[in-house]
């Protein structure tokens, strides 16, 4: 039989953390280590037997509570007289503490958003220019492509001898964008009939946006694809 | 202009626009430099639809003004939009913004530092909710992207400004010690 169990959920391993600091009401300066990291290992149990994906992050943390708790064991080598050595628990402390403020500053912004979403306003109508904001993932334009190529296929079939170069597409696109911030998707491959050509074209595009010389956008997911400029001095450099 | 005429012209502008008009767009349009006058009028405007009970109201969020519904009324206008109201963000996503909105720029990296865990999939949805923007890039090896808040983040939360929203100083988490241990730091 499938049952669940309920359990709080941890953010990460610092949420755990500060779970189990405030649960054993530990002094967050004076961390006992070695029970600190008995608990967090029992956590860690706890996720296994309850066949809960947990991150390698949590793993991490395990590790640099290992790792502090030994380096408290150790006599450190090199401690001058007048200076008093760091404590090893010192850095983990503060980003703890650090984590507890944007926590505190979530739950902040939740209660905004309460008292926010029962105020309406005005809803878009037409999606303007700023309404692509999606990036487009590599299955977009996987898909965008196949429709491009599925067109031209129906167009012509005939051998032609190109000499093509990735290097040659990508200057042709930059071309394509130099007085405009954005193209379609299907204007980067208008004109083109062959598939060599479209191919090369398309990995021009994918090596423009690895270099993020251009960002591909969409309004919506699964919508059209725009290509669009990056900021002008990136673009001088490439 | 007439006063009164003044006010019926924002209250076009700012029932029919689809986010909040900021001053600087309202006195372009109207063709009016002088902001006071515009404020005197939009002060007029919200006093108006208070005095008479309306079901709407004249807000000012995310540097500009616009014309909302009251929330006592929430329950009718879901009804007719259901989306926007089923929509709430996660933990993750609330924790992320926060960071974002206190250290901006800042890079994906120095979120997940804080977080001490992955950020990618939490700033996409993000991104996609335009709740913040791609701000630049990071002069560092890779030129790791930044981010930043947007004004779609001040609207959502009902924000006037950044101001608004107490100086991460001012956060006193349960876990801050009150009493510092000598000699630290």
Redesign the interface.
């Given at each position: 039989m499938d049952y669940r169990v309920r359990l709080e959920v941890f953010?990460?391993?610092?949420?755990l953390l500060?779970h189990l600091?405030?649960k054993n009401e530990l002094?967050?300066?004076n961390i006992p280590i070695a029970q600190i990291t008995a608990d967090y290992l029992n956590y860690i149990k706890l996720f296994r037997k309850l066949n809960l994906d947990f991150?390698g992050?949590f793993l991490v943390?395990a590790s640099t509570l290992i790792h502090i708790k030994s380096r408290m064991l150790l006599p450190s080598i090199e401690t001058v007289e007048e200076e008093?050595p760091e404590d090893p628990r010192?850095e983990l402390a503060a980003?703890?503490?650090?984590?507890?403020?944007?926590?505190?500053?979530?739950?902040?912004?939740?209660e905004?958003?309460i008292?926010?979403?029962?105020?309406?306003?005005?809803?878009?109508?037409i999606p303007g220019e700023?309404e692509y904001?999606?990036?487009a993932s590599l299955f977009d334009l996987l898909d965008a492509f196949q429709r491009v190529v599925f067109r031209a296929e129906k167009e012509v079939r005939e051998i032609i001898q190109e000499d093509l170069r990735v290097e040659d597409r990508i200057r042709e696109i930059l071309n394509l964008l130099e007085n405009r911030r954005f193209i379609s998707f299907e204007t980067i491959f208008s004109g083109q009939r062959t598939k060599r050509l479209l191919i090369v074209t398309f990995l021009a595009l994918l090596e423009l946006i690895r270099l993020?010389m251009v960002f591909a956008r969409q309004a919506e997911p699964f919508g059209n694809i725009r290509v669009y400029r990056a900021?002008q001095e990136?673009v001088a450099q490439g | 202009m007439e006063r009164e005429e003044l006010k019926r012209i924002i209250e076009c502008l700012l029932?029919?626009?689809?986010?909040?008009l900021s001053m600087d767009k309202l006195s372009k349009i109207i063709e009016i430099d002088n902001c006071d006058e515009i404020t005197g009028a939009i002060e007029d405007l919200k006093r108006e639809y208070e005095l008479r009970n309306s079901g709407l109201?004249v807000?000012n969020i995310a540097e500009g003004y616009?014309?909302?519904?009251?929330?006592e009324f929430?329950s009718w206008?879901s009804k007719l939009?259901k989306s926007?109201?089923t929509f709430?963000?996660s933990?993750?996503a609330?924790?992320t913004?926060?960071?974002i909105?206190?250290k901006q720029p800042v890079t994906r990296g120095e979120i997940e530092k804080?977080?001490?865990?992955?950020a990618s999939c939490v700033l996409?949805t993000l991104?996609?909710r335009?709740l913040i923007?791609i701000s630049?890039?990071k002069k560092l090896p890779g030129?790791p992207i930044l981010y930043g808040t947007t004004q779609e983040f001040r609207?959502?939360?009902?924000?006037r400004d950044l101001s608004e929203?107490?100086s991460?100083d001012e956060?006193?988490?349960?876990?801050?010690?009150t009493l510092y241990?000598e000699?630290?730091g």
């Open positions: 953010e990460g391993p610092l949420d500060l600091i405030k002094d967050i300066f991150a992050e943390m008093e010192a980003r703890l503490l650090e984590y507890e403020k944007f926590k505190e500053a979530a739950s902040m912004l939740k905004r958003e008292i926010q979403r029962d105020i309406y306003g005005r809803l878009p109508m700023e904001t999606i990036e993020r900021k990136l | 029932f029919f626009s689809d986010k909040p109201q807000v616009q014309i909302c519904t009251r929330s929430s206008v939009h926007q109201t709430q963000l933990l993750p609330l924790e913004l926060s960071i909105a206190y804080i977080r001490g865990v992955d996409r991104l996609e335009k923007r630049g890039r030129r609207r959502y939360f009902g924000l929203i107490p991460l956060i006193k988490p349960p876990l801050t010690p241990p000699g630290r």
